[in-house]
């Protein structure tokens, strides 16, 4: 158990950010996210973060999802561990800084690198403002991320059922394959099996004769030697 740490949690978290199929801040809300959040001298508002992050904001950039995920999972995780920053070092600059780049995945890496300070900044001020209103003003009750942790009482709610097919719940020898579909990788067969359910196997082309070789060697030979025997005379002459 010693070896199912903190940090190997933090790092299947920060990578399940990372291989989401949308990022939580998609390339179409940079221009308006630097607008608001982009300038360094500026203190981010409370009132721009509800708009941005509240579920009811009507003029939020933000897709639903993210801003779902954000306020139920994300911001009040970071929340959590910086309540503890005197432990374990992570302030919520320290935690905006280290996930602010999962969150990114737009098609300009160089893009990108610039809108990662906004969302350092922009993540930073979440995590500081969640228990001082921001949470209450998200619609978040106060020990929901806590009862969100609880190990489900059912095995079927570790799986996201709405991911599966009913076929994929079952073992993989009672699922109903088509006989000659190929699923995924390389298809191996059984060397054993019956020619009648194979068929014929293609015959293998003929080895050339062991003599015939060792005349041709010979031969090569023989004529390579007359080759260097005529040039030395060539040259004595």
């Known amino acids: 158990m010693d070896g199912y740490g903190v940090h190997l949690a933090a790092g299947l978290i920060k990578l399940w950010y990372r291989e989401l199929r949308e990022p939580l ?47 139920r999972h994300l911001i009040p995780l970071l929340s959590r561990t910086a309540a503890f920053q005197d432990h374990n070092q992570m302030s919520p600059r320290n935690l905006a800084i280290c996930f602010s780049a999962t969150l990114l995945r737009g098609t300009d890496p160089i893009e990108d690198a610039r809108m990662n300070r906004v969302i350092q900044r922009l ?17 978040v009750r106060a020990n ?9 009482s059912d095995d079927y709610d570790y799986e996201d059922p709405a991911e599966e097919d009913e076929d994929d719940l079952k073992p993989v020898e009672d699922r109903d394959f088509p ?10 067969r059984d060397n054993d099996v019956a020619e009648e359910e194979e068929g014929p196997r293609p015959p293998l082309p003929p080895r050339p004769n062991q003599v015939s070789l060792q005349n041709q060697t010979e031969a090569r030979t023989s004529s390579i030697r007359s080759s260097t025997a005529i040039n030395r005379d060539r040259s004595t002459q």
């Open 123 to 139: 993540v930073e001020a979440a995590v500081l403002q969640w228990d001082n209103g921001l949470r209450e003003a998200c619609g």
């Open 25 to 71: 801040f998609p390339s179409s809300s940079y221009l308006e996210l630097k607008r608001i959040f982009g300038n360094d001298e500026e203190s981010i508002d409370q009132v721009h973060l509800i708009e941005l992050l509240s579920s009811n904001s009507q003029w939020s950039i933000l897709p639903e999802k993210s801003r779902q995920i954000l306020i």
């Open 179 to 188: 006989k000659d579909e190929q699923l995924e990788g390389i298809l191996l």
């Open 144 to 152: 929901e991320f806590t009862e969100a942790l609880q190990t489900p």
